[in-house]
């Protein structure tokens, strides 16, 4: 119940602050905008190409956006010390870790949902059948993206060159992510049942199971370090 | 506390060296319950180090440093849950309220935030009538007082300051030095780091001067007049690396 | 642990077993093994290739245990011996590069020991070190096998699929010599780098 209240006052501490100041959540609406511009220049008229280009469009515009995010999870902890007040505060550090995952799937999960309705508008497509399927996919996705994210965030906090090496650092785990997402939303949007992609779906779940219990387990290291 | 009669901080052999930089040596220092310890010395002695070993935010290099029975090293959690530390970072959210921030790290330390716990730290700290107000528009002395009040809501037993007075108007200056009496005379114990030789001290019961990676000097602060103590200071920090 | 003082001559004595079973090894898969049917001379680089796998896979695990060991005891040997195994782990990958099997893993060592390249205070590198490194390999197993499915539905694996089944004694041997002897080459390389590793902190002041 503790873990449980201390997890959550971290999460909506991170989302006020979010809430009222809208930096990240601005740049990255711009930068969803940007994309979605990008991609209907680079792929033209062309309806087939677009469908079969669709799912790795999709998880390009949540990856790179989601890696945005989460590198600047701790930057506001940087200001005024407030890290060292995340240390001082007594009882279990997974608190802090399952809030800050809590605070930045929420905000990631927002984002991709603006960059879905973006992707129905711009190309014309009809998402609604397909959203219940999607819905499982892309959140299965999005927790193993962002329970690296998170971890890695904090393990670069202090590092130099942070920017550079975050993304550089969380890109090669994701790899099974990755591919087991876009195969499943591939699957999703041509219609086909969730059946079908059974065992890219449970390579997430499995895949969720160990980032979530490493970062638990390691957390206290990582924020202590 | 496990025992009553053992000193509330306890330090012995202390040495923290970065790389090849050994910034303290062999610091012993024990402090006990209703007492406080002004812990001077030149830019670069160590006395932020010591004070963040303390905190448990560093680790010795070798040697030990006991809060209340529980050792800054092994046993973190317990140390985390006995001391207040007031350093130089405000630990303050800008896009947060006031009551916001003291609710955030009442809750994060696993305590009860009460709204009237809250109202009364505020009050405490003349912050009251600022309470809803996002803390960006403060000026710095109120973030300094919030900062306090923060460490007034959590009752530690063990208080650890790094420049306390720094930035407070006299108003505040003076209900801190309020405060700290209050705090000794409830049995807590004290270790204040401090550059000024002014009224401040007269919160201390004891003086210790840090140079040369080791306590040059403890001495109880009524045997040491004003004159003595500058001199003091200038030949034990000339010694400092 | 026991790369000790005393056991400079066992560090010795394994660098000259490896020599002599490469040196074997080579001469087995270019001289006596025959022939491969159907795929010819290019079969002959599996003699290469899986042992070098296998040697990595070892690397890998010795990362994973000595990081887990690192966290728990917080001891700087632990580091040490993660810290070396990523970088010979390294070089065997390097050797499987050229046929791209193992797509995703070649990167591993390289990109676990540019985070270490990154933090110069010895005790956080360690830290941060120990948990990408216990990340970086329970992740392998996700990796194989989301590659696998990945390409079978456009591909099929044709290069690497691990030691064909029917395979004639001649070529089970070769490929054995030299599996021991890139185990005991890494064995070899291990203990000098740990050695110098442990030399470099401690000659320090």
Excluded at chain 2, 198 to 218: E, K, Y
């Amino acid at each position: 119940m503790r873990f449980v209240r201390r997890a959550w006052i971290l999460a909506w501490k991170d989302l006020t602050i979010e809430w009222r100041a809208k930096e990240t959540l601005n740049s990255l609406f711009f930068f969803a905008l940007l994309l979605i511009f990008l991609f209907q220049f680079a792929l033209g008229p062309d309806r087939e190409r677009l469908s079969a280009a669709l799912p790795g469009l999709l998880w390009l515009g949540f990856i790179l956006s989601g890696l945005l995010g989460l590198g600047r999870t701790f930057a506001g902890e940087r200001d005024n010390d407030c890290w060292d007040g995340l240390r001082l505060a007594p009882g279990e550090k997974s608190a802090i870790y399952v809030g800050k995952l809590a605070g930045n799937l929420l905000l990631m999960l927002a984002v991709e949902a603006i960059f879905l309705l973006l992707f129905g508008v711009f190309f014309d497509l009809d998402l609604v059948a397909a959203l219940p399927g999607l819905a499982l996919v892309v959140g299965l996705g999005t927790l193993g993206l962002a329970a690296v994210g998170t971890l890695f965030a904090a393990m670069t906090a202090h590092v130099r060159a942070r920017e550079l090496l975050f993304p550089v650092l969380v890109l090669p785990v994701e790899v099974p992510v990755l591919l087991g997402t876009v195969k499943a939303t591939e699957a999703v949007l041509l219609g086909e049942p969730l059946g079908s992609v059974a065992h890219w779906l449970k390579l997430l779940a499995v895949a969720n199971v160990i980032y979530l219990t490493i970062g638990v387990l390691t957390f206290d290291v990582v924020l202590d370090g | 506390m496990k025992d009553a009669t053992e000193p509330l901080v306890h330090v012995t052999g202390l040495r923290k060296a970065f790389g090849a930089a050994l910034v303290l040596d062999d610091v012993s220092l024990s402090v006990r319950a209703g007492e406080a310890v002004a812990l001077l010395g030149a830019n670069g002695a160590g006395k932020t180090t010591l004070l963040r070993i303390l905190a448990t935010l560093a680790r010795p290099t070798r040697g030990t440093a006991v809060i209340a029975g529980f050792d800054c090293a092994r046993e973190p959690e317990r140390v985390r849950e006995r001391v207040g530390l007031v350093a130089h970072g405000t630990l303050i959210y800008e896009d947060l309220t006031a009551e916001e921030n003291l609710r955030f790290w009442r809750v994060l330390s696993g305590g009860q935030a009460l709204a009237a716990d809250l109202r009364e730290a505020l009050a405490a700290v003349e912050l009251e009538p600022y309470a809803g107000e996002r803390v960006r528009s403060f000026s710095a002395g109120m973030k300094r007082r919030l900062s306090l009040a923060r460490v007034v809501l959590a009752r530690p037993q063990v208080l650890l300051l790094d420049e306390p007075f720094a930035g407070l108007d006299q108003r505040g200056k003076k209900w801190l030095e309020e405060y700290l009496q209050a705090f000794k005379a409830g049995g807590g114990a004290i270790v204040m780091v401090t550059h000024s030789f002014g009224r401040q001290l007269s919160v201390a019961d004891r003086i210790a001067i840090l140079g040369g990676g080791r306590i040059a000097l403890d001495r109880p602060r009524p045997s040491v007049t004003a004159d003595e103590l500058a001199r003091l200071y200038a030949l034990h920090t000339e010694e400092a690396p | 642990m026991w790369f000790s003082t005393g056991s400079r001559r066992l560090t010795r004595v394994l660098g000259w077993l490896a020599a002599l079973g490469l040196l074997a090894g080579l001469v087995l898969a270019l001289g006596v093994a025959p022939r491969e049917v159907s795929q010819g001379d290019v079969q002959r680089i599996m003699y290469l290739h899986v042992p070098s796998i296998l040697t990595a896979y070892l690397a890998f695990a010795i990362v994973l245990v000595a990081s887990l060991g690192y966290l728990v005891s917080r001891r700087q040997a632990w580091d040490r011996w993660a810290g070396s195994a990523a970088e010979i782990g390294t070089l065997f990958t390097g050797l499987t590069l050229a046929s791209g099997s193992l797509w995703g893993k070649p990167t591993w060592g390289t990109w676990y020991l540019m985070l270490r390249g990154m933090i110069d205070e010895a005790e956080r590198r360690a830290q941060f070190a120990a948990v990408l490194g216990i990340v970086a390999a329970l992740n392998i197993p996700l990796v194989h096998f989301s590659v696998l499915w990945w390409r079978t539905l456009h591909q099929p694996p044709t290069l690497l699929r691990p030691v064909p089944a029917a395979l004639a004694g001649i070529f089970r041997f070769t490929l054995g010599v030299n599996w021991v002897a890139f185990t005991l080459l890494f064995a070899y390389l291990l203990a000098k780098r740990i050695r110098v590793g442990r030399l470099s902190e401690e000659g320090l002041p």
